[in-house]
């Protein structure tokens, strides 16, 4: 049975379709943060080849909440909403790399609350923060960053949250 079958229930009670593609980009996105281009390019090795299908499963899958959209140095990143252990659609957290263009998720929702509970907020009620954060680790090492077989600190960071999640 697909980890996704509960939320697919839910929709399909709502007279709604869940089409093989759409489940493909579902599990495409797991544990990743893909451009429209990466997409396309996994859905077209599976098999997939209707660019206009792929759009309109993009929308669907955006408009009911199953994915999200990032927008980070001016490029347009969808990441998985559902399901995923360190957030959901509304508290997002992500941190970049500005040399290797790495994306992590550091959620910590004591730094989401922080936020709501700010006394700029205090006549407010936010039911969506995303944050992101741009910049480079303080010991930049060229190497350490362009290798992928070294763990840098977002790549240290990211193993580390994956080693909590199991």
Same mark, same amino acid.
């Given at each position: 049975?697909?980890?996704?079958? *509960?939320?697919?229930?839910?929709?399909?009670?709502?007279? !709604?379709?869940?089409?093989?593609?759409?489940?493909?980009?579902?599990?495409? =996105?797991? *544990?990743?943060? +893909?451009?429209?281009?990466?997409?396309? !390019?996994?859905?077209?090795?599976? *098999? %997939?080849?209707? =660019?206009?299908?792929?759009?309109?499963n993009? &929308?669907f $899958? !955006?408009?009911h909440? +199953?994915?999200?959209? +990032?927008?980070?140095?001016g490029?347009?990143?969808f #990441?998985?909403?559902?399901?995923?252990?360190? @957030?959901?659609?509304? /508290?997002?957290? @992500?941190?970049?790399?500005?040399?290797? #263009?790495l994306?992590?998720?550091?959620? #910590?929702?004591?730094? !989401?609350?922080?936020?709501?509970? @700010?006394?700029?907020?205090?006549? %407010?009620?936010? &039911?969506?923060?995303?944050?992101?954060?741009? *910049?480079?680790?303080k010991?930049? &090492?060229?190497?350490?960053?362009? /290798?992928?077989?070294? =763990?840098? %600190?977002?790549?240290? $960071?990211?193993?580390?949250k994956?080693?909590?999640?199991?």
């Amino acid at each position: 049975m697909d980890r996704y079958e *509960g939320v697919y229930e839910e929709l399909r009670s709502k007279g !709604l379709r869940i089409t093989k593609q759409r489940k493909e980009i579902v599990n495409i =996105l797991e *544990g990743r943060h +893909l451009t429209f281009q990466e997409i396309k !390019l996994e859905l077209q090795k599976r *098999g %997939f080849k209707n =660019l206009a299908t792929l759009y309109n499963n993009i &929308d669907f $899958l !955006l408009e009911h909440n +199953l994915i999200i959209e +990032l927008h980070i140095n001016g490029v347009r990143y969808f #990441d998985l909403s559902i399901d995923e252990l360190s @957030h959901d659609a509304n /508290s997002h957290v @992500h941190v970049m790399c500005k040399r290797s #263009d790495l994306i992590v998720e550091i959620n #910590d929702e004591t730094v !989401l609350e922080l936020i709501r509970n @700010h006394p700029t907020f205090r006549d %407010f009620e936010a &039911d969506k923060v995303q944050l992101v954060i741009n *910049g480079k680790c303080k010991n930049e &090492d060229k190497e350490v960053c362009d /290798s992928k077989e070294t =763990l840098c %600190f977002l790549r240290k $960071l990211k193993e580390a949250k994956k080693n909590e999640a199991m």
